[in-house]
């Protein structure tokens, strides 16, 4: 593959990957040194990925990269995220109260997130805090558009119903 198609997808996809290295808990530095080891990979492996899966593979190598790297260092995984955007398309239809204090909205979030199954939080990450498109997410998961809809239905849902666990529990 040639160094101009390799140039359009750093600038595409290392943006991408790089944004959400930093929502799971990764410094600038780390994510960037992510991304860079990612791409890499990617110019050493890259006559055996298919042309219309690199975008996923990418991914896959980033992510295994992060996984690695929190590994190694021990550290424990904290997740960035904007809680009123995800706040109000999660849970806005629900009856909960919406004068919880911003912190400890956060913390709630970020716990129910914890427990969620790994795709279902990659997927509200990508579709509701870093504002990618189906296609997008689609193309970084190598999955179809549909299967993207589908599988964030079941992640609201699972997301919704773990979030009622949380403040259950709470009321306990």
């Known amino acids: 593959m040639s160094s101009e198609f390799l140039n359009d997808i750093y600038k595409k996809q290392g943006k991408i990957i790089y944004g959400y290295l930093i929502k799971r808990g990764c410094s600038k530095q780390e994510a960037e040194d992510i991304v860079h080891d990612s791409f890499l990979k990617a110019i050493e492996y890259i006559d055996g990925v298919s042309p219309d899966k690199i975008y996923s593979w990418l991914f896959k190598v980033s992510i ?44 709630d979030i970020v716990k129910t997130l914890e427990q969620m199954r790994e795709l279902y ?9 870093l504002e990618l498109s189906y296609k997008e997410i689609g193309k970084l998961l190598d999955m179809s558009q549909d299967m993207v809809k589908t599988y964030l239905y079941r992640a609201r849902n699972e997301f919704k119903k773990i979030w009622r666990d949380v403040h259950e529990e709470g009321l306990r």
Not at 69 to 98: A, F, G
Not at 122 to 129: E, R, V
């Open 64 to 107: 295994n990269n992060y996984n690695n790297y929190v590994k190694r260092k021990n550290i424990i995984k904290e997740i960035s995220i904007n809680n009123d955007i995800l706040y109000t398309s999660l849970i806005e239809d629900t009856d909960l109260s919406r004068e919880l204090i911003r912190e400890d909205l956060s913390k």
């Open 121 to 129: 939080k990659t997927l509200l990450i990508m579709k509701y805090d």
